[in-house]
C-alpha cells in the first residue's frame, strides 16, 4: 500500500498548471514562462569533451565522482568563496535534487530533542524539501517567506520549544521563486541560531552565478568566517543554471567530513551517479569562467528588460538574482488561466509553489515568471503580460 505519509501530498505544479489551462486554446502565440530550463546556448565544447571520452559509457562510473571532477569542484569553490576543502567535504550529485532530497535521508536523526524531529522549509519552496522531510518521518515546518520578510524565512522568529526539535533548515538563496539574496548577516544569524540548537542548514544555491552586480555570499564561505562546527552547513551547486546544463544532470554536495560520508554511504547503496563522460565534461565546465560571465551577461539584459517593462507597477520587486520574476496580482490561478487564454504567454500560478498554513498561502497572490528566452521574446511576452493584467 501508498505510505500513509504521503497519501494528502498536493498535485505537483506542472501538472496542476496543465489541468488549468490546457483545457483552454491559447489566445496566441505559445511562449512557455513555467519552467526554469535556461535556454542559453551551453559551451559548444561540451560535445567534444563528451565524445572524446565516450568510452566510460562502457564502465561503471565513479560513485563519488572522479578525481578530476572533485578537484575541479574543490578548485571553483576556492576561487567563488574562498574555501579550502578536502576531496572527502566534496560529492558529485546526478543532478542536485538528488542530493537535496538524500540529505535528509542520510543527516536527519530519528528523534530530535525527546521528540519528531522537525525540517524547516521555506515557503514557497522547491517541493523536493518537503518530500525529504516526509520520507524520514520528520516534521515538514513552513515558514513564511515574504515581502515582509524580504522574501525569506525568518527562522529565528520560531519558539525554543519548535527549535528544540529542528534537525535541518532549508533555504534557498539566491531564492526561487522571488529572487531575494540571503545577505551575510541573515547567513551568521541563521547560523548561530543553527549552534545555539545543534541543527544543520542545507544551503540550496543553484542559483548563485546568476546575480545583478554583486556576486551572493556563500554559506560555507561565513560559516568558515565565524569559526562554526564543519557540519554546520551543507552547500548544494548545479551547472543547469550557472552553464545552461539541466540535461547533463550534475551537481555536487559538500560539507563537513562526516556529513559527506554518510551521504557517499547512502549513494553506495542507492544512488546513481554521473556516467564518466558526463563527468568529464562537467570537471572542463567547472573550471571554465568564460561561459558564465557571457550567461550572467544574458540575464542582466533581461531584468533590464523587466524593469523597463514592469518597473512602475505597485509591489514590483526587481530581482537581485536567478532568472525568476514573482510578480504581485491578485489571484495567481486567476492571472494565469486570463493571460493563458488572452495571449497564449504561460506562467506559474505562485500558490502551486507554497502552501497553505493556518489558511494562508504566501504564493497565492502572486505569479512566477521564468525569463529564459532569448530578449525579443521576454519583451513581447512581458509587454503581452502587462497589457493583460496590469491595464
Known amino acids: 500500500m501508498f505510505p500513509e505519509r ?59 565522482g572522479t ?30 535534487r538528488e542530493g537535496l532530497y538524500n540529505a535528509c535521508m542520510a543527516l536527519v536523526p530519528e528523534q530530535k530533542g525527546g521528540g519528531q524531529p522537525v525540517i524547516l522549509l521555506p515557503n514557497p519552496f522547491y517541493q523536493v524539501y518537503m518530500i525529504g522531510a516526509i520520507s524520514v518521518g520528520a516534521e515538514p515546518m513552513m515558514v513564511p517567506a515574504t515581502a515582509e520578510t524580504g522574501h525569506l524565512p525568518d527562522y529565528t522568529s520560531l519558539p525554543p ?18 529572487g531575494a539574496v540571503a545577505s551575510r548577516d541573515y547567513w551568521v544569524q541563521l547560523i548561530k541560531l543553527a549552534e545555539q540548537y545543534d541543527f544543520r542548514i542545507f544551503a540550496d544555491e543553484c542559483y548563485s552565478e546568476i546575480y545583478r552586480n554583486t556576486p ?17 552547513v551543507v552547500i548544494f551547486h548545479s551547472l543547469s543554471k550557472r552553464s545552461n546544463l539541466p540535461g547533463l544532470r550534475s551537481g555536487f554536495v559538500a560539507g563537513g567530513p562526516d556529513s559527506i560520508q554518510r551521504i557517499r554511504q547512502l549513494r553506495a547503496y542507492s544512488g546513481a551517479p554521473l556516467p564518466l563522460p558526463l563527468q568529464a565534461a562537467a570537471a572542463k565546465v567547472w573550471a571554465d569562467e568564460a561561459h558564465v560571465v557571457e550567461n550572467r551577461t544574458l540575464y542582466q539584459q533581461k531584468f533590464d528588460i523587466a524593469d523597463r517593462i514592469l518597473g512602475d507597477l505597485p509591489g514590483y520587486l526587481s530581482p537581485e538574482a536567478g532568472f525568476f520574476l514573482w510578480l504581485p496580482v491578485e489571484d495567481g490561478e486567476e492571472a494565469a488561466l486570463k493571460l493563458w ?51
Open 67 to 96: 578525481p578530476e571532477l572533485l578537484g575541479a569542484i574543490r578548485d571553483w569553490v576556492q576561487r567563488r568563496y574562498g574555501v579550502g576543502l578536502d576531496e572527502n567535504q566534496i560529492m558529485a550529485l546526478n543532478g542536485t
Open 161 to 178: 520549544e519548535v527549535l528544540n526539535r529542528v534537525a535541518a533548515a532549508y533555504i534557498c538563496s539566491p531564492a526561487n521563486p522571488q
Open 341 to 391: 487564454k488572452e495571449t497564449g504567454v504561460r506562467v506559474l500560478p505562485g500558490a502551486y509553489l507554497a502552501r497553505d498554513v493556518n489558511g494562508f498561502n504566501p504564493g497565492k497572490g502572486y505569479i512566477r515568471v521564468a525569463l529564459v528566452h532569448p530578449n525579443n521574446d521576454v519583451e513581447r511576452a512581458l509587454t503581452a503580460l502587462r497589457h493583460t493584467l496590469y491595464q
Open 6 to 64: 504521503f497519501s494528502n501530498l498536493p498535485a505537483y505544479a506542472f501538472p496542476r498548471l496543465r489541468a488549468l489551462l490546457d483545457v483552454h486554446e491559447p489566445g496566441g502565440e505559445v511562449m512557455h514562462m513555467t519552467i526554469g530550463e535556461p535556454k542559453h546556448a551551453f559551451p559548444a565544447w561540451v560535445g567534444d569533451v563528451i565524445a572524446e571520452n565516450v568510452e566510460g559509457f562502457g564502465k561503471y562510473p565513479a560513485n563519488d
Open 216 to 232: 551572493p555570499v556563500g554559506a560555507l564561505q561565513v560559516a568558515q568566517e565565524v569559526g562554526a562546527d564543519p557540519e554546520r
